[in-house]
């Protein structure tokens, strides 16, 4: 569950440059959060499968 760890990391690191950043667009680092989250969550599925077989 290594992948798991890092997405919540990610939003971490995310969420202190939001605060930093406020007056910015935040729609593409909303964007690039979800692609992120949805790229470890495969991984994390895909490391598990292989564990089970």
Do not use: H, I, P, W
């Not at 680092?29 to 598990?48: H, I, P, Q, V």
């Amino acid at each position: 569950m290594y992948y798991t760890q890092k997405v919540q990391y990610n939003y971490l690191e995310y969420r202190l440059y939001y605060q930093k950043e406020q007056k910015k667009t935040v729609a593409s680092l909303e964007g690039l959060l979800l692609f992120k989250t949805l790229l470890y969550c495969y991984l994390d599925l895909m490391s598990f499968c292989m564990t089970e077989y």
